[in-house]
């Protein structure tokens, strides 16, 4: 065969395995189709995990951080913002709040509590560049103490914190500190480039997915770093911009400016929910909607035995079903997404035979007439309170008050009796071991339980002895816990990877997508 012929089968031969390959390309194109749409799972939707370049805008009702130095800026603003998604923690937390991997791959406790060995992952750096080690760690440990930096106080009492290598930590303690790893994963726990000599109050630094690409008073925006350590932001930039009130805020999602919306009350989410386009969402918070009793030495419920009446009248469990905002029965100081949970609503079980009883053992004009104070916005609960506690036989006042804000004054000047009020930080449960505190609760049984819980060396003996603290509180009426609150948000309906707990403090945007 001449050089003619030879060229030409071997044309041939190579179209045949072009051919072949496309067929089989196509062939397993459609193959993987046909399996997705048998396992009814969308396979478009399912590159959503992908890096894309999509931009994502975000509206968040209140004020922008005034600095981005995340160090010293007081309020949640700047967490919300930065934590997890520009600055890593040490430790980080889950949606759920559940304790998980950040910085360190994992982590030991001695058997005695004092001492926890940190192991680090491996080929981390900050968005400059910079490789991020335990020397990083130490440092920015050292500067939070030293400089008293905000959540520093919860590390409690350090004794030493040393690096034997590059990718281990090791922090001592004077006495144990059950709640250090909680500390670890919120501010306290950042970890600061050594070597970075950032003005932090109008740039940032870190090791996240993210970096901030512009900030002002209005917006802040976040560009994906590319060159995370970690797994990539889904999104090439989210913007977050900020509302001076709902109304606003509601306008430009119905408009199509933002794609998501938080946090919200439920009238307005019912209404976006309503909207083309729009889905209301909701997840859980830790506000923690409740009836705080006063129960100084000139209040009515100094006595015990009135504040258990007063809970055995107050139908909480109904109360929670109607309210529109309500996750979930609460009965005592602990929510659901907090430590030493533990659900306590059968406690004091709506029985007004049993508080009309109890209400025998005092004279007529024994009780004097109680004030109620509530926000305009739970004036329907505060009347069905007031119900209740006329129902014993004892005469109320019920005084609506502009807002929660004007609540709150009242009840830190102590001109009050019971008070709607909500507590929404994670661990303010320790308020009740604190006599001098707005509540004015003291009880020796709750106060041993709590230095109980203080002292303990690991995470399952913290967790029972919260639990034991949370019941002493309950049953002994220090107040009357309603339930816990949704945490309510709206998001456009190409929106994915979107957050639902905890989003007024923990916001992680790095699964964040829109198609």
Do not use: C
């Not at 919120?186 to 997915?209: I, Q």
């Not at 932001?233 to 919306?261: C, F, H, P, R, W």
């Amino acid at each position: 065969m001449d050089a003619n012929g030879r060229k030409r089968n071997l044309k041939a031969e190579a179209t045949r395995w072009l051919i072949f390959f496309g067929v089989a390309i196509v062939l397993s194109v459609l193959l993987w189709l046909g399996l997705s749409l048998t396992g009814r799972k969308n396979p478009i939707t399912s590159f959503g995990t992908l890096v894309s370049d999509s931009s994502v805008t975000v509206g968040i009702e209140g004020n922008a951080p005034k600095s981005l130095d995340i160090r010293t800026e007081q309020g949640t603003a700047v967490e919300q913002a930065l934590l997890g998604n520009v600055y890593e923690t040490l430790v980080s937390r889950s949606e759920t709040n559940k304790l998980q991997p950040g910085i360190a791959s994992s982590w030991q406790a001695s058997d005695n509590g004092l001492t926890y060995t940190f192991t680090l992952n491996g080929g981390m750096t900050f968005a400059n560049g910079h490789k991020l080690d335990s020397s990083d760690v130490v440092w920015s440990l050292q500067n939070a103490v030293n400089n008293h930096y905000v959540g520093a106080d919860q590390l409690g009492d350090l004794k030493e914190i040393t690096n034997p290598n590059a990718n281990t930590v090791v922090i001592t303690l004077a006495k144990p500190n059950p709640r250090l790893l909680r500390a670890l994963a919120g501010r306290a726990g950042v970890v600061y480039d050594a070597e970075s000599k950032t003005n932090y109050a109008k740039s940032a630094v870190g090791s996240g997915p993210f970096t901030v690409s512009t900030a002002d008073q209005s917006q802040i925006v976040l560009q994906r770093n590319d060159s995370y350590w970690g797994k990539k932001a889904a999104s090439s930039q989210v913007t977050l911009y900020y509302y001076a009130n709902e109304e606003s805020m509601a306008d430009a999602m119905k408009a199509g400016k933002i794609s998501m919306t938080l946090p919200l009350s439920a009238s307005t989410a019912s209404e976006l929910g309503k909207t083309n386009g729009i889905t209301a969402d909701s997840g859980i918070s830790f506000d923690k909607v409740m009836l705080a009793f006063n129960n100084d030495n000139n209040s009515p419920f100094s006595d015990e035995q009135i504040r258990k009446m007063t809970r055995y009248a107050i139908d909480a469990k109904t109360i929670a079903k109607n309210a529109p905002d309500a996750y979930a029965p609460l009965g005592g100081p602990i929510s659901p997404l907090e430590d030493g949970y533990e659900d306590l609503s059968g406690l004091y079980p709506y029985n007004l035979e049993q508080g009309q009883r109890m209400r025998t053992y005092f004279g007529v004009n024994y009780i004097a007439p109680i004030d109620i104070l509530v926000p305009k916005e739970y004036e329907s609960i505060g009347n069905d309170v007031k119900t209740a506690i006329e129902n014993l036989n004892i005469n109320t006042n019920l005084e609506v008050l502009d807002s929660a804000a004007d609540v709150t004054e009242r009840m830190n000047a102590g001109t009050y009796n019971i008070a709607l009020t909500t507590m929404s930080d994670e661990g303010d449960a320790s308020v009740f071991d604190n006599g001098q505190s707005v509540f004015h609760f003291e009880n020796g049984d709750a106060q041993q339980a709590y230095a109980n819980a203080m002292a303990a060396t690991n995470d399952n003996d913290y967790q029972a002895r919260m639990r034991d603290y949370a019941r002493a509180v309950s049953e002994n009426a220090a107040s009357d816990w309603l339930y816990t609150r949704k945490n309510f948000l709206a998001v456009s309906d190409g929106l994915q990877g979107y957050p639902k707990n905890l989003t007024d403090r923990l916001l992680p945007l790095n699964r964040l997508t829109l198609h």
